[in-house]
């Protein structure tokens, strides 16, 4: 409204609002800075309400974490396993069995690849649990631990990553397990 004068508490609250805009013209803003007399700023101690329809403000960015490929493998790894040219050396199937008995197999059949010397090991463990699933999962259990057992395993050194296996290796329900290469003594 024309020739309205604001209160104080809206003086303080528009000079918030100007502070925190970013001019379109910086050359009318200097102006009409130097115009405007400065407005006393009081602290506003006003509870915050939830109004319905209202944007919550935005929050800063976050930091990108490091993608799974980082450090781990070069870039024609991944190439290949995306196009789906990679061999696997062994294959590893976990279908069928417990948590307990999947879990033996995965020990022993990552100590015969390493001692071969085999560099990529097809684990084969069955589609992931649902998004929605909650645990103990009742489907994909074997998946959903594999990650734990991996890091935890007396093989963990020897394991260079482990990716999403290609379709034509079984897709969601399997893995690559790229195991680093043998030192030469």
Excluded: C, F
């Amino acid at each position: 409204m024309p020739g309205r004068r604001l209160d104080p508490e809206e003086a303080a609250l528009w000079a918030k609002v100007r502070a925190s805009v970013r001019p379109l013209h910086p050359v009318v803003a200097k102006r009409a800075a130097v115009v405007a007399p400065p407005v006393a700023i009081k602290p506003v101690n006003k509870p915050v309400v939830a109004v319905k329809g209202r944007v919550p403000p935005i929050a800063p960015p976050r930091a990108k974490p490091a993608p799974p490929t980082a450090n781990t493998l070069d870039g024609s790894w991944d190439r290949q396993i995306v196009r789906g040219v990679v061999i696997p050396d062994s294959t590893l199937d976990l279908h069928g069995h417990t948590l307990r008995s999947a879990h033996a197999m995965l020990d022993a059949g990552l100590d015969r690849s390493i001692a071969r010397g085999d560099r990529v090991l097809l684990l084969v463990t069955g589609k992931p649990p649902r998004a929605e699933s909650e645990r103990p999962h009742a489907r994909g259990a074997i998946r959903a631990a594999i990650g734990d057992w991996l890091a935890a395993s007396r093989h963990a050194s020897a394991i260079a990553a482990v990716r999403h296996a290609h379709p034509r290796h079984g897709g969601q329900g399997a893995l690559y397990i790229v195991l680093r290469r043998g030192r030469s003594a």
